[in-house]
Nanobody
Framework: QVQLVESGGGLVQAGGSLRLSCAAS????????MGWYRQAPGKQRELVAA???????NYAGSVKGRFTISRDSAKNTVYLQMNSLKPEDTAVYYC?????????WGQGTQVTVSS
């Protein structure tokens, strides 16, 4: 059974840091890319950051220089280090895994940044 298990969300003050983790089950083979999306209330889900199997990264302009995505291929795990958090970063963050024609989503983890 395919599973994406997310952790690391929570409440933090503006300027603080959080680290999100997403572990994909071993049944997902040949991962092409892993990433993080977020959805704030009343807004569409948007890409935050992604990393390919080759290590190429892509960031939303609003998080460049503040967030860093990384992965541990041996553990099928992707991380999102979020620094200098702002209230506008408040959202539910979803892990995303692309494997061939398949796209998998995590259950989401809430990140709330207070001003």
């Amino acid at each position: 059974q395919v599973q994406l298990v997310e952790s690391g969300g929570g409440l933090v003050q503006a300027g603080g840091s959080l680290r999100l983790s997403c572990a994909a089950s071993e049944s997902i083979r040949r991962i092409n890319a892993m990433g993080w999306y977020r959805q704030a209330p009343g807004k569409q889900r948007e890409l935050v950051a992604a990393i390919t199997s080759g290590g190429t990264t892509n960031y939303a302009g609003s998080v460049k220089g503040r967030f860093t995505i990384s992965r541990d291929s041996a553990k099928n795990t992707v991380y999102l280090q979020m620094n200098s958090l702002k209230p506008e970063d408040t959202a539910v963050y979803y892990c995303n895994v692309v494997s061939g024609w398949y796209i998998y989503w995590g259950q989401g983890t809430q990140v709330t940044v207070s001003s």
